[in-house]
């Protein structure tokens, strides 16, 4: 959908950098300054941990229902990168105004995300700051995880195998895409993939989203793919996809009909940062 591959028109304000297509709406709902934003306190809470916290919330305006994602940053220790950015403007210097400045990236390289509203950041004691970035709801996408979690069905049988098949390629070329364009998503995986199946097409829409941590290099990206399609290797469900499938990411990303001998050794290499994953994520959830 062009809504989410669209370039975005920004505004600067005080502590603010906003989407123009949403400077009214802000302004409509008194929503238009840092303070008014970050002091929000209804809505759902859809993430909580110390370092961020996620919000959704519905505002009604023009007889329309909006929903919103607030994603907040609490304070943040900024280091000595304060001092440079007296010298040279450096918008991405704290966590919510870097993933907006990441979406806007993307989409002027034609790489599908999410609609930004605004992003703010505050400073505190010189070294310290707090920001948020503000989404709008990504309806009718939803996540892959989402979709292999409540419609496992959905690519089984026949007309499943194709459809998985086709799904695989989508997300293999999207992802070299990405690279071709100098970006790397670090949580490229089955959580972050958003799609959409328009007009009971078997060519699902694609999006990224949650662009908070994207590594921005056009030369040096060798290890790119290898990490990237891991990353989603283990987050595709075993019930559900087999090696062939696993495999054919490697062959759709590389656009080949067969491995070579290189291509079979990253393949290896692909596999083995697939467990050491998997090793890391169970350790992690044991503690």
């Known amino acids: ?34 303070e008014s934003i970050w002091r929000y306190k209804n809505g759902e809470i859809v993430k909580h941990i110390k370092p961020r916290s ?3 919330f519905q505002i009604a305006h023009q007889n329309n229902n909006k929903t919103i994602y607030l994603k907040r940053h609490n304070r943040e220790f900024v280091g000595f990168w304060r001092l440079f950015s007296l010298f040279f403007h450096r918008k991405s210097l704290s966590q919510g ?29 010189f070294f ?28 089984t049988g026949q007309e499943g195998k194709h459809r998985k098949r086709v799904l695989i390629n989508e997300i293999s070329v999207l992802a070299r895409k990405m690279h071709e364009n100098g970006f790397n998503h670090q949580d490229f995986n089955a959580t972050h993939i958003l799609l959409h199946y328009d007009n009971e ?12 941590r994207v590594e921005k290099n056009k030369i040096f990206k060798i290890r790119w793919k290898i990490k990237s399609l891991a990353r989603l290797n283990y987050t595709l469900p075993d019930k559900i996809f087999n090696k062939k499938d696993r495999i054919n ?3 759709f990303y590389k656009g080949k009909d067969r491995l070579n001998f290189l291509d079979q050794l990253q393949w290896i290499w692909i596999k083995k940062k697939t467990a050491r994953i998997k090793r890391h994520t169970e350790k992690k959830y044991q503690r």
């Open 1 to 34: 959908m062009k809504a989410f591959s669209a370039a975005i028109n920004c505004i600067e304000k005080k502590n603010l950098i906003v989407n123009r297509d949403y400077e009214f709406f802000l302004q409509d709902i008194h929503m238009d300054s840092f």
């Open 54 to 56: 996620v919000i959704r």
């Open 97 to 125: 105004y870097l993933e907006f400045e990441n979406i806007c990236e993307f989409r002027n390289s034609n790489l599908p995300t999410v609609i930004p509203i605004a992003a703010g950041k505050k400073f505190f004691r």
């Open 128 to 155: 310290w700051a707090e920001s948020f970035l503000i989404t709008e709801d990504f309806y009718p996408y939803i996540s892959l995880e989402a979709l292999l979690k409540d419609r496992p069905n959905f690519f």
């Open 201 to 212: 097409s078997d060519v699902p829409k694609l999006a990224l989203f949650d662009l908070q």
């Open 249 to 251: 990411i490697l062959l």
